[in-house]
């Protein structure tokens, strides 16, 4: 599996930008995707994931409301819609895939397949 991440930049704090992942390679129902975001001195910490087969979405407490995951399964494509965002935004976004059920959605290890990261900054 590869993964291209596109669609980084800056924006003012309340303001929306969209995130792609495109994905090439087999089997692609049978992964799930997610996003993480890496800030300077800190862990990469997860964002949301999707299951690509399902759909189905999960989202971590400090973005839940804000970002929103999909996929288009006919682009092999997953977006990732930040709205209302704020300085505490600002990092180096990551797309990522792993087998569904495979390890836990939230740790960086339990994906085997990262894309290159994309920069966000969200100035005040």
């Known amino acids: 599996v590869q993964l291209q991440a596109s669609g980084g930049g800056l924006v003012q704090a309340g303001g929306s930008l969209n995130l792609s992942c495109a994905a090439s390679g087999r089997f692609l129902g049978t992964y799930e995707m997610a996003w993480f975001r890496q800030a300077p001195g800190k862990e990469r910490e997860f964002a949301g994931s999707i299951n690509w087969s399902s759909g189905n979405t999960i989202y971590a407490d400090s973005v839940k409301g804000r970002f929103t995951i999909s996929r288009d399964n006919a682009k092999n494509t997953v977006y990732l819609q930040m709205s209302s965002l704020k300085p505490e935004d600002t990092a180096v976004y990551y797309c990522?895939?792993?087998?569904?059920?495979?390890?836990?959605?939230?740790?960086?290890?339990?994906?085997?397949?990262w894309g290159q990261g994309t920069q966000v900054t969200v100035s005040s």
């Open positions: 990522a895939a792993r087998v569904a059920g495979v390890g836990v959605f939230m740790l960086p290890g339990s994906y085997a397949y």
